[in-house]
């Protein structure tokens, strides 16, 4: 099995539950960025409000990155579930 699989995913109640969590914590990473890159763009009109427009790049700069770590932390876990799956059937549980 590899990650990054639609396999991985699907391979038991568990694994689909788990996925969804995932996704609803990336989707949420995903509007605080966007919301932080727009609220901060917006603030850039003002010079009084320049300092804090680049906090809020930083933020989002920050939950962007997230992103792609949650994604791997996702997949590494399904793996992971996949795994203990597969001995279980090997040892006859």
């Known amino acids: 099995m590899n990650l ?3 396999e991985n995913r ?3 109640p ?3 539950q788990a996925y969804a969590l995932y996704e ?3 989707t949420a990473v995903d509007f605080v960025a966007a919301i932080s890159f727009l609220v901060g763009s917006v603030l850039f009109f003002w ?3 320049q300092f804090t427009a680049t906090w809020l790049f930083v933020i989002g700069s920050v939950f962007f990155t997230m992103k792609p ?3 791997l932390v ?3 876990r399904l793996y992971q579930m996949g795994q203990k799956q597969r001995l ?3 040892a006859g549980a």
């Open 4 to 6: 990054f699989t639609h």
């Open 88 to 90: 279980a059937k090997q």
């Open 74 to 76: 996702r997949e590494i």
């Open 14 to 16: 568990e694994t689909r």
């Open 10 to 12: 699907n391979q038991s």
């Open 69 to 71: 770590t949650i994604r």
């Open 47 to 49: 010079k009084d409000t």
């Open 24 to 26: 609803i914590l990336h």
